[in-house]
């Protein structure tokens, strides 16, 4: 999606460590109106999948997954962290390992909000190692329900998370995927799509 890829080059800082920072429209101050032309395009991308559910995970992927609902009209559950002293039966769990943080956590959603009738689209702000898409997907599948595809803003194309989700033979779709970046010369490339 050009107009992200050009928001990414003019306003996108790559930090040492491989990671991008975006803080300036997408993960902290948001751009809104850039969200609602991403939440057209996955509507475009997806329109053709039955659902009715979109489960994206906190924080970042909440006001992204929200636009994006609108489109679909339907409605967003976000997988919460939590401290494993709260987990009960009523919670379907899992770990994730956050990439940025380097931190594994419980991760829940209530099982009312998951069900096997469910069709789920996975929305995130980006795809690096692919830890968060797997997480969700295991609670999507716990729950016997279908996903029927992840939405992502931003993949990182030289992290292994696209190929491992694709390789499960689920439907990835990223509005932008940056083949390669460069914290020194804070140059970055993205692949033709
Ligand atoms: P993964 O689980 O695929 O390794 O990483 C995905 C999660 O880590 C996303 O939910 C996102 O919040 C965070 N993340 C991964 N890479 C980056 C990055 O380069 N920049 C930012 N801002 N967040 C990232």
Same mark, same amino acid.
């Given at each position: 999606? *050009?107009?992200?890829?050009?928001?990414?080059?003019? $306003?996108?800082? !790559?930090?040492?460590?491989?990671?991008?920072?975006?803080?300036?429209?997408?993960?902290?101050?948001?751009?809104?109106?850039?969200?609602?032309?991403?939440?057209?395009?996955?509507?475009?991308?997806?329109?053709?999948?039955?659902?009715?559910? %979109?489960?994206?995970?906190?924080?970042?992927?909440?006001?992204?997954? +929200?636009?994006?609902?609108?489109?679909?009209?339907?409605?967003? !559950?976000?997988? *919460?962290?939590?401290?494993?002293?709260?987990? $009960?039966?009523?919670?379907?769990?899992?770990?994730?390992?956050?990439?940025?943080?380097?931190?594994?956590?419980?991760? %829940?959603?209530?099982?009312?909000?998951?069900?096997?009738?469910?069709? !789920?689209?996975?929305?995130?702000?980006?795809?690096?190692?692919? +830890?968060?898409?797997?997480?969700?997907? $295991?609670?999507?599948?716990?729950?016997?329900?279908?996903?029927?595809?992840?939405?992502?803003?931003?993949?990182?194309?030289?992290?292994?998370?696209?190929?491992? %989700?694709?390789?499960?033979?689920?439907?990835?779709?990223?509005?932008? %995927?940056?083949?390669?970046?460069?914290?020194?010369?804070?140059?970055?490339?993205?692949?033709?799509?």
């Amino acid at each position: 999606m *050009k107009l992200l890829e050009e928001r990414i080059r003019k $306003d996108g800082i !790559v930090k040492p460590g491989n990671v991008l920072k975006v803080d300036s429209f997408l993960n902290h101050q948001m751009d809104v109106e850039l969200f609602n032309e991403m939440g057209k395009e996955f509507k475009r991308l997806f329109g053709d999948r039955p659902i009715n559910k %979109i489960l994206t995970i906190e924080a970042s992927g909440i006001g992204i997954a +929200c636009v994006v609902a609108q489109h679909f009209q339907v409605p967003v !559950v976000f997988a *919460k962290k939590a401290k494993s002293i709260n987990l $009960d039966g009523e919670m379907y769990t899992t770990k994730i390992e956050s990439f940025t943080h380097k931190k594994v956590y419980d991760v %829940i959603v209530a099982k009312k909000f998951l069900n096997k009738e469910d069709h !789920v689209l996975i929305i995130d702000d980006f795809l690096a190692n692919g +830890c968060a898409v797997a997480g969700l997907i $295991d609670l999507i599948q716990s729950a016997g329900a279908t996903v029927e595809g992840v939405g992502i803003a931003i993949e990182k194309g030289f992290q292994q998370g696209g190929d491992i %989700i694709r390789g499960k033979g689920i439907r990835v779709e990223s509005l932008a %995927i940056v083949e390669s970046m460069d914290d020194e010369t804070g140059t970055l490339s993205f692949r033709e799509q």
